[in-house]
């Protein structure tokens, strides 16, 4: 079947006008040179009655280049495409969207006889759009006068791909009048454009300093109702917007830089993404409330462990249970930052442990059990399947969306009293239960055998203190933070640590404790090192080192008194061979006090369950 061309497309599309879905024969292609970039790919298009040289493919193209399906004498459909112009009046075609109707080796060659579009002056004088009035100035809030674009590229677009009103014109606070784009259309060929987008997450100010120098940076994710992207401001940029943008606000933006997004550091679902620069402008604007919020895909907490790691995903679920905040020191800066892991479900009855950081961390209130939406957390395989939230992740507790009233009304009428299924192995547990969800009774472990396979297995009980070997339990240690090797005392008042090949006029003590726990069915040996054994014993190292060395009927009565007495314990058990003997080494992750309330719930659940069984 013959394939008819769109004759007169080339010349209404260099003038500005709109042809919809116009059909084109590819003459000719050459690839050109983009430095460190993807290739970009230069066209030579015909009409049928025309042929233009000036089309350029969207680098997403590029791969129908690559495959030979767009190849010479090939005829295809225009679908999506914007008209730059140049700083010498030129007029380049960039084509966004297109689908090959005819492939070149059905077609006999080319087709008609067009001849070359004149591009000089007489032909410019066709009707285009007026000129571009200058762009006016708009004071802002913050003090700093911004100027507003007043047009953007001609763009054509698809009837069914409309997003609310694209090429409406819009008046900014200062009366001057914008016409905003979607941020679909947004790519790096276009060199003038302004959309109206609301902020639905913003990071705090990150320095860095290496070898070319210093610099700070903060980013941004903005929506429309087409789309989402990124923006990064960086250096002087961070001065002049940081204050102006708020999260849930809504902007003009106009001017920035568009790039290809890096996928490794957002989860923002566009092919670019913005960096502001020196001609940035970022106008508030009040008169559009129907932008919609942040935009999720959720993902349910079972599916996680079909994903890879490292993968950024969006989850919704009921915060189940949440530990106490704690400071660790992050070993390549040496700096301390907060951290708390929080204990998530949905209505698959699993469960999944994620890890805030920092300002997160610190604020984070888990009180009655709230229903939270994380956009962009990162996917770990450690110990199973955990999650942790990023500089880039947006966390919205109690989000206005339908899927929050969803799992709210199944949590309270049934999850709540559903134990879970987790999906993590974590090293912390939340507190008396809930997060620690693989509850076992020590007679169980051991039928189980757990501990034998190739991977440690992870485990929460209830147990008591029947016994603890004091002998050998404390150690003096290197008194650096970061470092807890035992320190070799060189008899002249120093102290010698091996690892970091330096010496000491003092020591700080650490602990490992062997403790024998026992619930109703059997005991275990267990391991506890500084911060468990300081959780069972009441007292932190130190002091008791100090009590070893002066008062020895004090340190004994510290153990004494910690005997008997019941903990929620996390423990890791692993098969591991020694001079030929393998035995199981059980580890204390964590310890802290029997939640009395949640224990009995899990009771009273447990009963019911097995009651049921008997029906």
Same mark, same amino acid.
């Given at each position: 079947m013959a394939v008819r061309l769109t004759e007169g497309a080339i010349a209404c599309m260099v003038r500005g006008e709109n042809p919809p879905n116009p059909v084109l024969q590819v003459i000719n292609i050459r690839a050109i040179a983009s430095g460190n970039g993807p290739p970009r790919y230069r066209l030579l298009m015909s009409d049928g009655l025309n042929t233009l040289s000036s089309f350029m493919l969207a680098t997403q193209l590029n791969p129908m280049v690559e495959d030979n399906t767009v190849s010479s004498?090939?005829?295809?459909?225009?679908?999506? =495409?914007?008209?730059?112009?140049?700083?010498?009046?030129?007029?380049?075609?960039?084509?966004?969207?297109? +689908?090959? *109707?005819?492939?070149?080796?059905?077609?006999?060659?080319?087709?008609?006889?067009?001849? !070359?579009?004149? %591009?000089?002056?007489?032909?410019?004088?066709?009707?285009?759009?007026?000129?571009?009035?200058?762009?006016? /100035?708009?004071? @802002?809030?913050?003090? =700093?006068?911004?100027?507003?674009?007043?047009?953007?590229?001609?763009?054509?677009?698809?009837?069914?791909?409309?997003?609310?009103? !694209?090429?409406?014109?819009?008046?900014?606070?200062?009366?001057?009048?914008?016409?905003?784009?979607? $941020?679909?259309?947004?790519?790096?060929?276009?060199?003038?454009?302004?959309?109206?987008?609301r902020v639905t997450n913003k990071s705090q100010i990150r320095t860095w300093s290496n070898s070319r120098g210093e610099g700070k940076l903060f980013s941004i994710e903005i929506v429309d109702e087409s789309g989402e992207i990124r923006a990064t401001a960086f250096n002087d940029q961070v001065d002049k917007f940081f204050s102006l943008i708020e999260i849930g606000k809504i902007y003009y933006f106009s001017k920035a830089t568009l790039k290809i997004a890096n996928k490794q550091f957002t989860s923002v679902k566009n092919d670019y993404e913005m960096t502001f620069n020196n001609e940035t402008t970022v106008i508030p604007c009040d008169d559009a409330p129907d932008l919609p919020s942040v935009k999720f895909?959720? *993902?349910? $907490?079972?599916?996680? %462990?079909?994903?890879n790691k490292d993968a950024l995903v969006d989850i919704i679920g009921v915060c189940r249970s949440y530990e106490d905040v704690a400071k660790i020191t992050v070993k390549s800066t040496n700096r301390e930052v907060a951290k708390r892991n929080i204990y998530l479900m949905d209505m698959s009855g699993k469960i999944v442990s994620v890890t805030l950081w920092g300002e997160d961390a610190d604020k984070f209130d888990g009180s009655g059990q709230p229903v939270i939406a994380i956009k962009g957390a990162r996917l770990s395989d450690f110990g199973g399947r955990s999650l942790s939230i990023l500089s880039s992740s947006t966390m919205?507790?109690? !989000?206005?969306?339908?899927?929050?009233? /969803?799992?709210?009304?199944?949590?309270?009428?049934?999850?709540?009293?559903?134990?879970?299924?987790?999906?993590?192995?974590?090293?912390?547990?939340a507190s008396g239960g809930g997060g620690n969800t693989n509850w076992k009774t020590l007679l169980e472990? /051991?039928?189980?055998? *757990?501990?034998?396979? +190739?991977?440690?297995?992870?485990?929460?009980?209830?147990?008591?203190?029947?016994?603890?070997?004091?002998?050998?339990?404390?150690?003096?240690?290197?008194?650096?933070?970061?470092?807890? /090797?035992? @320190?070799?005392d060189q008899q002249n008042g120093l102290y010698r640590c091996e690892k970091c090949d330096r010496e000491f006029p003092n020591y700080k003590y650490r602990m490992i404790l062997s403790a024998?726990?026992?619930?109703?069915? +059997?005991?275990?040996?267990?391991?506890? =090192?500084? %911060?468990?054994? %300081?959780?069972?014993l009441g007292q932190n190292a130190n002091y008791l080192g100090e009590l070893k060395d002066t008062n020895e009927q004090a340190f004994e009565e510290v153990f004494q008194n910690a005997n008997f007495r019941s903990y929620t314990f996390r423990i890791r058990v692993k098969l591991e061979t020694y001079n030929d003997e393998s035995r199981i080494k059980a580890t204390v992750m964590d310890v802290k006090p029997v939640d009395h309330t949640e224990y009995s719930k899990r009771l009273i659940m447990n009963i019911r369950k097995l009651a049921s069984q008997c029906m």
């Open positions: 004498n090939c005829v295809c459909q225009v679908n999506k =495409f914007i008209v730059n112009t140049l700083k010498d009046g030129r007029r380049v075609v960039v084509v966004l969207d297109m +689908d090959v *109707l005819k492939t070149a080796e059905n077609v006999p060659g080319k087709i008609g006889n067009p001849t !070359p579009y004149n %591009e000089g002056p007489g032909q410019q004088q066709a009707p285009v759009a007026a000129p571009n009035p200058p762009a006016s /100035k708009v004071n @802002v809030p913050n003090g =700093f006068a911004t100027e507003a674009a007043t047009s953007t590229p001609v763009m054509n677009r698809a009837p069914a791909k409309q997003f609310g009103k !694209p090429s409406a014109v819009s008046s900014t606070p200062g009366g001057s009048q914008v016409k905003v784009v979607p $941020i679909a259309s947004l790519n790096p060929y276009q060199s003038k454009w302004t959309i109206r987008a895909e959720f *993902l349910p $907490i079972g599916e996680l %462990e079909n994903r919205i507790l109690n !989000p206005d969306i339908p899927e929050s009233f /969803k799992l709210r009304g199944w949590f309270d009428s049934v999850g709540q009293s559903l134990e879970g299924t987790s999906i993590s192995d974590q090293r912390g547990g472990v /051991k039928n189980e055998n *757990l501990g034998h396979g +190739d991977k440690a297995d992870y485990y929460s009980c209830i147990g008591t203190v029947v016994y603890l070997r004091k002998e050998n339990c404390m150690y003096q240690a290197c008194p650096t933070p970061e470092c807890n /090797k035992k @320190v070799l024998n726990i026992a619930d109703f069915g +059997d005991n275990q040996w267990v391991t506890c =090192f500084q %911060e468990a054994a %300081e959780a069972i």
